[in-house]
């Protein structure tokens, strides 16, 4: 069973950074392309960044220039580094796997920014 794991959440000011983590199975992890969604109150669940399993990456337009979606292969762990946040970040941020036609989500973590 694929399991995914978030952390790093919390409330920081606008122009702010956090970095959040989302710890994965190990049997999966190199294999896949890992995702980081978010969802914002009353909003639908969006794509934020994705990174393949080679290291290609992408982003939304809106976190472009800002956040970084970054992989260790050998902890199974994925990263997002967001800096220069701005209240309109503040939503759950949920780590994502798609395996074999299956989607994995993980608990979600809250990051709230306050202006």
């Known amino acids: 069973q694929v399991q995914l794991a978030e952390s790093g959440g919390g409330s920081v000011q606008a122009g702010g950074s956090l970095t959040l983590s989302c710890e994965a199975s190990?049997?999966?992890?190199?294999?896949?392309?890992m995702d980081w969604y978010r969802q914002a109150p009353g909003k639908q669940r969006d794509l934020v960044a994705v990174?393949?399993?080679?290291?290609?990456?992408n982003y939304a337009d809106s976190v472009k220039g800002r956040f970084t979606i970054s992989r260790d292969n050998a902890k199974a762990i994925v990263y997002l580094q967001m800096n220069s946040l701005k209240s309109e970040d503040t939503a759950v941020y949920y780590c994502?796997?798609?395996?074999?036609?299956?989607?994995?989500w993980g608990q979600g973590t809250l990051v709230t920014v306050s202006s």
């Open positions: 190990r049997s999966i992890f190199s294999r896949n392309a």
């Open positions: 990174i393949t399993s080679g290291g290609n990456t």
């Open positions: 994502h796997a798609r395996v074999k036609g299956t989607d994995y």
